[in-house]
């Protein structure tokens, strides 16, 4: 029973963790989206490390794989806290008023009413080949 409470924290509280820190950071208009991201990356990795080491320093390895394969999961929790932070907070004067027009597949249109803001932004999965 306390393997399985273990790997459902391992599952999505690191994300959690990282997603609660930085909210409220949104509303600090001096603090760009990269450095919210990155600090919100740091929490995420701190906090997915200090879940890992005592699965690993027990006996049984085998729950400290299972744990490792279900952080994915914080991944995925990860980019749907990086696509939501991009797509509603304005990257140039940091309001969360953006405007989003999805116009195709991964490719969205970005326009700020405050500063007038036209921007493309493409999904990770998406993204156009360098050339």
Known sequence: MQACVQLLTVCFLPALAGILVTRPMWRIRALPNEAIQGIA???LIGVLTVCLV???SQECTAAGGLSLLLSLFNLVLFQRYERWLNTSRC???HIR???IHRCGKG???LYCPHCGLHNRWYSWRY???ER
Do not use: S
């Open 41 to 43: 990356l740091v929490i």
């Open 54 to 56: 005592p699965l690993f």
């Open 91 to 93: 990257p140039r004067c």
């Open 97 to 99: 008023n953006l405007r």
């Open 107 to 109: 490719l969205y249109k």
């Open 127 to 129: 993204a156009p080949e």
